[in-house]
């Protein structure tokens, strides 16, 4: 009798392969059980369970409008600071939060690196899906607000699921860039908040990219948050669509995440050894 047991031959990857698209695809069983697995974990034994993805950006709305808004009066280009913060809030959220998870991926799954193979690139991207449950749950809290000044949908809606691949990208490439190096360098762990305060004031959450002098919108526009921010406005609210800070911010976005998945591949050779 002829033995079928099928057999699996581990290669290295070509020298031009990025990710390898059809490996991930044969483990997409694992993939979509550590999604699950991060969905349920993040609030489990909770009272209020999926509400915190409304009370948590809610929370950030209300000091920011309260401070920014009421107190320092940045200015907003006549768009009511409550309006003007949630668009940002939401997407900043997500990033934010992605971001951090992402980076720490291969860390908090070091258990499960030596015990059997699987694609690596696997961690990094499960926090970048898992999040998208919270990022539609606080559209709800979105969608609130702008019902409530009465945005009336425009023709740049059009834009927000490239804007959505965007903001996806952006958490995507740092994640595969900070949770390689978090595997030799354990500072990354102790990096990331700070990194992330001093983020939400690189990009325009609290303020108006407008209020960037001109003689540094350029380098300003280099920051992929800032597209994604600029974008939703002008996506969601209906205002001009600023692609002087959107196509320099996606190009960077693009490097971000080609580049960390070369160097993520380079070092996943070692990851075991390291670790």
Do not use: H
């Not at 695809?25 to 999604?35: E, G, K, P």
């Not at 559209?139 to 702008?146: D, F, N, T």
């Amino acid at each position: 009798m002829t033995d079928k047991t099928p057999v699996i031959t581990i290669k290295p990857p070509a020298k031009w392969e990025i990710i390898d698209f059809k490996e991930l695809r044969d483990y997409r069983d694992l993939f979509f059980f550590l999604v699950w697995r991060d969905i349920k974990v993040l609030y489990a034994q909770t009272i209020m369970g999926f509400a915190w993805a409304i009370l948590n950006p809610l929370i950030q709305i209300v000091i920011f409008s309260v401070i920014f808004g009421k107190v320092a009066k940045l200015d907003t280009d006549g768009i009511p600071y409550v309006l003007f913060s949630t668009v940002a809030i939401i997407p900043w959220a997500y990033m934010s939060e992605a971001m951090a998870k992402s980076s720490q991926s291969l860390v908090s799954g070091q258990s499960m690196l030596g015990k059997v193979y699987f694609p690596r690139l696997i961690f990094p991207i499960t926090p970048v899906l898992a999040k998208l449950v919270d990022f539609s749950i606080s559209l709800v809290l979105l969608l609130a607000v702008m019902l409530y000044y009465r945005i009336t949908p425009t023709w740049n809606l059009l834009l927000l699921p490239f804007l959505v691949v965007l903001m996806m990208s952006v958490p995507a490439g740092i994640g595969f860039w900070l949770s390689a190096l978090s595997i030799r360098f354990r500072d990354v762990k102790f990096a990331m908040p700070f990194v992330i305060r001093m983020l939400i004031y690189s990009a325009p959450i609290l303020y108006s990219a407008s209020s960037i002098p001109e003689g540094y919108r350029l380098l300003y526009s280099l920051n992929p948050i800032v597209a994604v921010i600029e974008g939703y406005r002008a996506c969601l609210l209906g205002t001009e669509i600023p692609w002087e800070f959107i196509l320099p911010g996606a190009l960077v976005s693009i490097v971000l995440l080609i580049s960390g998945a070369i160097y993520f591949r380079k070092m996943e050779r070692v990851f075991v050894d390291v670790i």
